[in-house]
């Protein structure tokens, strides 16, 4: 793995099941992420993934070529990319409030979009470390129910 990737490393399930994704999720995070949501991104292979990442941010850097695999941005100091992925599918999970309590819960996504922040370095920018993760949207697929734990 490059290093650069490691922090998307407990984002990323090497598999094309939801299930997976999502018991992946349940593993890495637990019934009660810190966070408010986990995500963790599949149906994609990790070499395909982390390429796509570096192919929009080489055609941004080739004066704003397309890219199908989305779009990147650069701050305006030039030292954070942010890198906008399409056609994504990922499992979010969660804690949200029912009743008195709280439930966990896996909500399957398709066509989704994702936002990786990574650090820019050199001069012209070129991708650096990879330091946030979060999806931004989707089209809900629905629950994944998982074993009884």
């Known amino acids: ?9 407990k984002h990323h399930c090497a598999t094309d099941s939801a299930q997976v994704a999502a018991q992946i999720a349940f593993e890495r995070y637990g019934p009660f992420p810190r966070t408010r949501t986990a995500v963790v991104i599949y149906a994609i292979d990790w070499q395909a993934w982390t390429e796509s990442i570096a192919q929009v941010v080489r055609a941004y ?26 056609d994504m599918r990922f499992v979010s999970a969660g804690r949200y409030s029912q ?42 697929v629905g629950p994944v129910e998982l074993p009884p734990q």
Do not use: C
């Open 61 to 86: 850097s080739d004066r704003g070529a397309g890219s199908a695999a989305g779009t990147a941005t650069l701050d305006a100091g030039k030292r954070q990319w942010r890198i906008v992925l399409t």
């Open 99 to 140: 009743g008195s309590g709280t439930v966990y819960r896996v909500n399957e996504y398709r066509d989704g979009s994702v936002q990786v922040t990574a650090t820019a370095v050199g001069n012209p920018p070129q991708l650096g470390e990879v330091v946030h993760f979060e999806h931004l949207f989707g089209t809900l």
């Open 1 to 9: 793995m490059n290093s650069q990737f490691e922090f998307l490393d």
